[in-house]
């Protein structure tokens, strides 16, 4: 069973800084993209970045600049560090991974998500 665990969330002040990880088990197969998503309850779940098996990323525009997502294929692991937090960051972060399946197609999973609060 594939599971994903998300640590490293909490409370922060303005302009500080958190790194989330994403731990993954039971994984038997070759992850594709690895991402992190958030969600402010009422709304719907937001991409905050995502980065591609090679490295490669993209980020929200509301995040480029601070926000740095990475990954360790061989711990299949991912990150994410951000640096100067608003109260606008506030969220629940999801991680997220997918696999390709033979039709092509993407089959996602996610984890539980980690509460991120940015306040004075």
């Known amino acids: 069973q594939v599971q994903l665990v998300e640590s490293g969330g909490g409370l922060v002040q303005p302009g500080g800084s958190l790194r989330l990880s994403c731990a993954t088990s039971g994984i038997t197969f070759a992850i594709n993209a690895m991402a992190w998503y958030r969600q402010v309850p009422g709304n719907k779940r937001d991409l905050v970045a995502i980065i591609s098996r090679d490295g490669s990323a993209n980020y929200a525009a509301s995040v480029k600049g601070r926000f740095t997502i990475s990954r360790d294929n061989a711990k299949n692991t991912v990150y994410l560090q951000m640096n100067d937090l608003g109260p606008e960051d506030t969220a629940v972060y999801l991680c997220?991974?997918?696999?390709?399946?033979?039709?092509?197609?993407?089959?996602?999973?996610w984890g539980q998500g980690t509460q991120v609060t940015v306040s004075s």
């Open positions: 997220y991974l997918d696999k390709i399946l033979t039709n092509g197609a993407r089959f996602p999973y």
